[in-house]
């Protein structure tokens, strides 16, 4: 599904502050395969998950998802793009706080054009996958993290993505929260969704669901 050909990003190119992020990236990823991008802070993982959300140009490769190339797509059709195929989780949330748990998840399907009847059935459909439909009147500033990062996994589903891409989505999460982030990851794998995570948190490391780990380290891939 996803092809990553001699990607590189350079931050602040051709000044005294340049920075090379990604070097010559070269990866595959199966469909409903689950991959863990692992690395330490700084070392490209990030980078590589926003460019293949196309929430960011590399300098340049390539990648290419389901035949598309997605690498240079001008910034309306990146969002088009998302909206209808990728699903992101990220460690910050990136919820709306003075909105409650239903309006937050309900937001990527505003501009797709579905009716208000079509965007109720998804939103349940989503509370029901991320166990937060209790939840779902309540303002986000009053959640706990385990309940905001449960409320940002159905905004995630909602759209019904073929792909799954999660930045640190363990960082703000207790042990016993992130036990039960695991356990919907595991979930949505059964539901055949490709799902890229780019951590470093080891509660990841030899999980029986995971189909592969990628290391990287100063932004190159590491055998």
Same mark, same amino acid.
């Given at each position: 599904?996803?092809?990553?050909?001699?990607?590189?990003?350079?931050?602040?190119?051709?000044?005294?502050?340049?920075?090379?992020?990604?070097?010559?990236?070269?990866?595959?990823?199966?469909?409903?395969?689950?991959?863990?991008?692992?690395?330490?802070?700084?070392?490209?993982?990030?980078?590589?998950?926003?460019?293949?959300?196309?929430?960011?140009?590399?300098?340049?490769?390539?990648?290419?998802?389901?035949?598309?190339?997605?690498?240079?797509?001008?910034?309306?059709?990146?969002?088009?793009?998302?909206?209808?195929?990728?699903?992101?989780?990220?460690?910050?949330?990136?919820?709306?706080?003075?909105?409650?748990?239903?309006?937050?998840?309900?937001?990527?399907?505003?501009?797709?054009?579905?009716?208000?009847?079509?965007?109720?059935? $998804?939103?349940?459909?989503? &509370? =029901?996958?991320?166990? #937060?439909?209790?939840?779902? /009147?309540?303002?986000?500033? %009053? !959640?706990?993290?385990?309940?905001?990062?449960?409320?940002?996994?159905?905004?995630?589903?909602?759209?019904?993505?073929?792909?799954?891409?999660?930045?640190?989505?363990?960082?703000?999460?207790?042990?016993?929260?992130?036990?039960?982030?695991?356990?919907?990851? $595991?979930?949505?794998?059964? &539901? =055949?969704?490709?799902? #890229?995570?780019?951590?470093? /948190?080891?509660?990841?490391? %030899? !999980?029986?669901?995971?189909?592969?780990?990628?290391?990287?380290?100063?932004?190159?891939?590491?055998?």
């Amino acid at each position: 599904m996803i092809k990553v050909n001699n990607l590189n990003k350079i931050f602040n190119e051709n000044t005294k502050k340049e920075f090379h992020a990604l070097k010559d990236i070269n990866i595959q990823i199966q469909t409903s395969s689950c991959v863990i991008l692992k690395g330490v802070s700084g070392s490209g993982k990030s980078t590589l998950l926003s460019i293949l959300g196309a929430l960011s140009k590399p300098s340049s490769g390539d990648v290419i998802i389901n035949n598309d190339s997605i690498a240079k797509l001008p910034d309306l059709h990146s969002s088009l793009f998302r909206a209808k195929n990728l699903g992101f989780i990220f460690q910050s949330y990136n919820l709306f706080n003075e909105l409650n748990v239903e309006e937050n998840i309900s937001i990527p399907l505003v501009p797709l054009g579905f009716s208000q009847k079509e965007i109720n059935q $998804k939103v349940q459909t989503a &509370l =029901n996958l991320a166990n #937060i439909e209790h939840k779902k /009147d309540e303002t986000v500033s %009053n !959640l706990s993290g385990g309940e905001k990062q449960r409320t940002a996994i159905a905004r995630a589903l909602v759209n019904n993505p073929d792909i799954i891409l999660c930045d640190e989505p363990t960082a703000n999460l207790d042990n016993a929260n992130s036990l039960k982030f695991i356990e919907v990851i $595991k979930k949505l794998k059964e &539901l =055949n969704k490709t799902i #890229i995570i780019a951590t470093h /948190d080891p509660i990841f490391d %030899n !999980l029986d669901f995971v189909d592969n780990t990628i290391n990287i380290k100063d932004g190159c891939i590491c055998e």
